[in-house]
């Protein structure tokens, strides 16, 4: 490993504010930052947008493909908890990282990190066409930039404003996938037992089931945007962790619930792999609730898309403020609003840059995402085994249970989920990932004492 990322004192601070940008405002608590993290997470733009190809896919083991996703992000969880409130910074898993196993470590988990950045928000926003279709006929890609442009609209607010906007859209989806849920119930045409005997045209086998985990993790991804807003947390080393498992808590159930009752309630196997949910709930009421659950569908979309552009701006801000990048660009991206207190500029890089991302070919980003998510998660577990360890060791922090062998079970199994993946999917991650490699060989590991400097700011 390389030298630590901070100085080695007690806790590290943000830099004076003549040497970096003007720190966040802290202005929530864990009812705020659950309602953010929950959008982020956003069960219902999960549920009918990335759930769909896993019903194609997986058919009737979709619910336990996930189930056991969510029993892995429990570890996963714990992870971010601990490493959380040891580091509770807005660079998340880079600065967490790169604070316990050096400047390199950390900046390739930044990398990860920022392809996350990039690639879901647009994902998620072409999802939006599909139901809208029910009052409007709109290209798939103009709908995905044109919810893009809003969400960077709004994430350029204050943050205790948008956690309020967020909630009341929260409610909404809530709502819609109840609806959903009670539908599939009250209509099941099979019994229970095919949740635990994977079918689609054909049985599905162990190796299909993991090989799913990856994007199964990428449905309940979201449970960690907890660690970004650290820095606009009272008292983070409370409210982070309870954050983290409220909302994965909470997101698991509300996603697993009314896949069960889709799986149960889909007419035949056809429809049920064909993952078109809003016509089955036409088909188990009539034309106006099928309406009103697209148009709920269409504004959970936006919700996510407007929760993830906050959390992705500070991303690349912190970035900014721990100088990865030459002095124009950092002075850029760590510009905060004296208005709404929010990086404005590094919100419009990340919400202009996933509009033009929406004209890509959505299976190549939603290939890549699940890879990196299931890397990160890794990376993740295998640096928290370092949280305990020299300075470290005594620092205040959250501490898991089941230490450290938990951290090497969650690393093991998610080590064997990469390796599962598409190869064309592994080689686009290896080649961004050797990329940004070169320019820390030729930029940043020269520079060690004013460039990729990751700060954690006090408390």
Sequence with gaps: MTGTAIPPTPTATAPPPDAGPRPLTRSIGVFGGTLLTLSCLTPASSLFVVVPPLLGDLGTGTALTIALAALLCIGVALCYAELGTLVPSAGGEYAMVGTLAGRFAGWMMFVLSFIIVLIIPPIIALGTADYLHAVLDIDPQVAGAAVMLLGTLMGLLNLRANAWITGIFLLLEIVAIAVVSFLGFGNAQRPASVLFEPATAEPVNTVTIIAGLAVALFVLQGFTTAVYLSEEMR?????????????????????????????????????????????????????????????????????????????????????????????????????????????????????????????????????????????????????????????????????????????????????????????????????????????????????????????????
Excluded at 316 to 327: E, F, G, I, N, T
Excluded at 345 to 371: E, I, K, N
């Design 235 to 459: 008292n983070p080393r409370r409210t982070v962790v309870r954050t983290v498992l409220w909302t994965l808590g909470i997101g698991a159930a509300v996603v697993i619930v009314p896949v069960v009752a889709i799986i149960l309630g889909a007419p035949d196997t056809e429809t049920l792999v064909g993952g078109d949910i809003a016509a089955m709930v036409t088909s188990w009421s009539n034309t106006g609730l099928g309406v009103f659950v697209s148009l709920s569908i269409a504004l959970a979309i936006i919700n996510a898309v407007i929760v993830m552009v906050i959390q992705n701006s500070r991303v690349l801000y912190a970035s900014a403020r721990d100088r990865a990048w030459p002095q124009a660009m950092n002075k850029a991206f760590g510009t905060v609003s004296h208005r709404f207190s929010s990086p404005w500029v590094s919100t419009l890089v990340v919400g202009v840059g996933g509009a033009a991302l929406c004209f890509a070919p959505v299976d190549t980003l939603s290939g890549v995402t699940s890879v990196v998510v299931a890397a990160m998660y890794l990376g993740v577990a295998v640096v928290s085994l370092a949280g305990r360890r020299g300075e470290h060791r005594e620092k205040p922090a959250w501490r898991m249970s089941l230490w450290p062998v938990l951290p090497v079970l969650i690393a093991l199994v998610l080590l064997y989920v990469v390796t599962q993946q598409a190869v064309l999917d592994l080689l686009i991650t290896v080649a961004v990932l050797a990329l940004a490699a070169v320019y820390w060989l030729f930029y940043l590991r020269p520079r060690p004492a004013d460039r990729w400097v990751v700060t954690v700011p006090s408390e």
